[in-house]
Structure formats: structure tokens, C-alpha cells
């Protein structure tokens, strides 16, 4: 087959980011602890010319063209892209200092796999072998929010039928915002807006969120599970938060800007801690 991919190459000597100078006449380029790599120096540009000439070996060693090379990097990784065939892949994965050769894939936003990828999931997973399942993960718990609020229309947050209103002084600060309904999933609600000196021309005077920060940070603590996800009309899948038997109480303490960025004052952001360890 001679049908050519894009592949990426990597080659198993250190990028300038992790050089320690083992390269006779090239000193270390690895920066010390706490510091920036200086790719402009003149040891980087000198390790650079030693990296591509390595990379160019690679693929004579491999008896690929030099001209299938498409990318090269040298920084944080050494190695290159390159349009291969199969075959030419499997040679330069045969080359000594060649240590990885993958194809190349398009790459998506992901929400809904962090369940697996912590080992939350499955007959092995934690929410079986310590809660008993995804339905009691969480349970009991009230998880404390200080963000822009909370979007109580979004499925994430639909009431917990097997739960009842955790004991508590909860607030649900909805007289601005009547169609704001706290539940067994959201059990507060409270917002902190003029009075501490924030402005509020470009968002909900109540708890409810409008710049989406607030929704995505108390959906990956406690959303619920199994809710499918939707992006701009794309299906992500079924998400869940890692609690998702959890309650959520919401302190709006940040507020939609102009420019879509979420702030609020040091003040509010106190009020909001204040109210929230009184009850939780």
C-alpha cells in the first residue's frame, strides 16, 4: 500500500527542555528548578542543529526521502512529522534512536471520560466498591460553589428523586428570579451583586448563571449521571459529575463582564465564604 499518512517520528534524545549536556562541546540547556528554557540561547540554537541533523539520519537510516518531512519540533519534544506510507513507518520504527511512530488523529474537547480515567467506573471502579454504585456516590455530601452561579435548567442539576433536602439553613435567594427553583439537587442559592459593589449590567440579578463557569465547575463536582451532553448541536456522550448523588449550594459571587470574563469583589467573595461555612 502506498497510500501516504501523516505520522509523528520521536526520537529518543532529550528536546532542549531536558538536555543535561551529555552531547560532547554542547552544554546543558535544561533549565534549573523554578526557571524558563531559554530556546534562544545560543547552547539551544547549537542542541537545535544537533536534533535536526539527528532527525535527517533517522530518516536516511529508515531510507525515507527527507523531504517527507512536514513539522519538526525540538523544544519539548524531539522529533518531526513526516507523510509516510506504512512501510516507511515500520522502517523508521526499526531506526535505533527512533522510539515512538504513531499516526497522526484529530484530537476533541472531552468532558465525559474523566469518570473512567480516574477509576471511578466500573464493577472495580470506586463509586461500586466504596458507595455501592454511581447512585449513592456523594450522597449526604453538600458541595459549596463560589463561582457565577448555576444554570438550574440544565439536566445536570435535575432534582435527586431518591434524595430528600439535606438538614441545614439553606437560602435559595430567588425574588429576582422566580422561575429559579432550588431542589434535592440544588439545596441554596445566593447571590452577592450591587450591595458588595459589583456590576451586574450583563448578567441575571439572582443566582442563576449566565457566562457558564459557575454551571461547568458544580457539574464536574456533583452534575448527575448519565446525562447526555450536548455542544453547539454535536452529542459529546454521557457525562457525570464525580459526586453525582451530591447536592450542590451555589454562592454567586462572580459576575458576567463585558467582555465575558466572570469577576466580583474581594468583598462578596468573603460574604459568600462566610455564609457558606455557617452552613455546610
Same mark, same amino acid.
Given at each position: 500500500?502506498?497510500?501516504?499518512?501523516?505520522?509523528?517520528?520521536?526520537?529518543?534524545?532529550?528536546?532542549?527542555?531536558?538536555?543535561?549536556?551529555?552531547?560532547?562541546?554542547?552544554?546543558?540547556?535544561?533549565?534549573?528548578?523554578? *526557571?524558563?528554557?531559554?530556546?534562544? !540561547?545560543? +547552547? %539551544?540554537?547549537?542542541?537545535?542543529?544537533?536534533?535536526?541533523?539527528?532527525?535527517?539520519?533517522?530518516?536516511?537510516?529508515?531510507?525515507?526521502? *527527507?523531504?517527507?518531512?512536514?513539522?519538526?519540533?525540538?523544544?519539548?519534544?524531539?522529533?518531526?512529522? %513526516?507523510? &509516510?506510507?506504512?512501510?516507511? $513507518?515500520?522502517?523508521?520504527?526499526?531506526?535505533?534512536?527512533?522510539?515512538?511512530?504513531?499516526?497522526? *488523529?484529530?484530537?476533541?474537547?472531552?468532558?465525559? !471520560?474523566?469518570?473512567?480515567?480516574?477509576?471511578?467506573?466500573?464493577?472495580? #471502579?470506586?463509586?461500586?466498591?466504596? @458507595?455501592?454504585?454511581?447512585?449513592?456516590? #456523594?450522597?449526604?455530601?453538600?458541595?459549596?460553589?463560589?463561582?457565577?452561579? /448555576?444554570?438550574?435548567? +440544565?439536566?445536570?442539576?435535575?432534582?435527586?428523586?431518591?434524595?430528600?433536602?439535606?438538614?441545614?439553613?439553606?437560602?435559595?435567594?430567588?425574588?429576582?428570579?422566580?422561575?429559579?427553583?432550588? !431542589?434535592?439537587?440544588?439545596?441554596?442559592?445566593?447571590?452577592?451583586?450591587?450591595?458588595?459593589?459589583?456590576? /451586574?449590567?450583563?448578567? @441575571?440579578?439572582?443566582?442563576?448563571?449566565? +457566562?457558564?463557569? #459557575?454551571?461547568?465547575? $458544580?457539574?464536574?463536582?456533583?452534575?448527575?449521571?448519565?446525562?447526555?451532553?450536548? /455542544?453547539?448541536? +454535536?452529542?459529546?456522550?454521557?457525562?457525570?459529575?464525580?459526586?453525582? $448523588?451530591?447536592?450542590? $449550594?451555589?454562592?454567586?459571587?462572580?459576575?458576567?463582564?463585558?467582555? #465575558?470574563?466572570?469577576?466580583?469583589?474581594?468583598?462578596?467573595?468573603?460574604?459568600?465564604?462566610?455564609?457558606?461555612?455557617?452552613? &455546610?
Amino acid at each position: 500500500d502506498q497510500t501516504k499518512k501523516t505520522y509523528i517520528v520521536q526520537l529518543a534524545a532529550d528536546p532542549v527542555a531536558t538536555y543535561d549536556g551529555d552531547v560532547k562541546g554542547i552544554p546543558a540547556t535544561k533549565p534549573a528548578a523554578g *526557571e524558563k528554557v531559554n530556546a534562544k !540561547s545560543a +547552547n %539551544a540554537k547549537k542542541y537545535e542543529v544537533h536534533l535536526r541533523n539527528a532527525q535527517r539520519k533517522a530518516l536516511r537510516d529508515a531510507q525515507v526521502k *527527507e523531504t517527507a518531512k512536514t513539522h519538526e519540533f525540538t523544544i519539548a519534544f524531539n522529533g518531526f512529522t %513526516a507523510q &509516510l506510507t506504512q512501510a516507511e $513507518a515500520e522502517a523508521l520504527k526499526g531506526v535505533k534512536s527512533v522510539v515512538n511512530v504513531w499516526e497522526d *488523529e484529530i484530537r476533541y474537547a472531552d468532558t465525559v !471520560s474523566t469518570p473512567d480515567y480516574l477509576g471511578l467506573t466500573g464493577k472495580d #471502579g470506586v463509586w461500586k466498591t466504596q @458507595f455501592g454504585g454511581e447512585s449513592n456516590a #456523594g450522597k449526604g455530601i453538600v458541595v459549596g460553589v463560589l463561582d457565577t452561579g /448555576i444554570d438550574p435548567n +440544565n439536566p445536570s442539576f435535575a432534582a435527586l428523586s431518591r434524595s430528600k433536602k439535606p438538614a441545614g439553613n439553606w437560602v435559595c435567594e430567588t425574588e429576582n428570579g422566580p422561575t429559579f427553583k432550588c !431542589s434535592t439537587k440544588i439545596v441554596g442559592a445566593r447571590y452577592y451583586g450591587e450591595d458588595y459593589g459589583n456590576t /451586574i449590567d450583563y448578567d @441575571f440579578n439572582s443566582p442563576r448563571d449566565t +457566562n457558564g463557569h #459557575g454551571s461547568h465547575t $458544580a457539574g464536574t463536582a456533583v452534575g448527575n449521571h448519565g446525562v447526555a451532553m450536548e /455542544i453547539q448541536g +454535536n452529542t459529546m456522550g454521557s457525562g457525570s459529575g464525580m459526586a453525582p $448523588a451530591a447536592h450542590v $449550594a451555589v454562592y454567586k459571587a462572580l459576575w458576567q463582564t463585558e467582555d #465575558g470574563r466572570g469577576s466580583g469583589t474581594s468583598s462578596g467573595l468573603v460574604q459568600a465564604i462566610d455564609d457558606a461555612v455557617v452552613v &455546610l
